[in-house]
């Protein structure tokens, strides 16, 4: 975890003065960039560090945020279209809905097929 975090703040060192505005500032792209790596970084190290005991709560507790996120995605689907540019929040809506259904059932059949291999045969 530790080499993680010194990896991070490693390229956050090296990225951030490089694309620094003249006022001093950061710009908001190499920071949201910088904080994307973090996170992904982040997730491979939790993911691979599960126990495969623990897979099924993970993937209902995956299950449970995708859902959260497809009620967001609805809400951008269904945003006016009277706001500038409410098209492009209406489609990129829409394909996160698609996205966010796909993970959810796919991690239902995952699930599913994860608690079978605990039955007993005959069952």
Not at 5 to 24: D, I, N, Q, R
Request: with cysteine; proline share 2%; glycine share 10%.
């Amino acid at each position: 975890m530790m080499r993680l975090l010194l990896a991070g703040l490693s390229a956050m060192a090296l990225a951030l003065p490089a694309h620094a505005a003249g006022s001093g500032e950061v710009d908001s792209i190499v920071f949201l960039a910088a904080i994307f790596a973090l996170a992904c970084f982040v997730g491979y190290y939790v993911v691979w560090s599960v126990t495969p005991a623990l897979h099924t709560p993970l993937m209902a507790v995956t299950n449970a945020i995708s859902s959260v996120i497809i009620v967001g995605a609805i809400i951008a689907a269904a945003a006016s279209s009277d706001v500038n540019g409410g098209w492009i929040a209406k489609s990129l809506g829409g394909v996160a809905v698609g996205l966010a259904a796909v993970n959810i059932f796919g991690g239902f059949l995952v699930t599913q097929r994860m608690l079978a291999m605990y039955k007993k045969k005959g069952e």
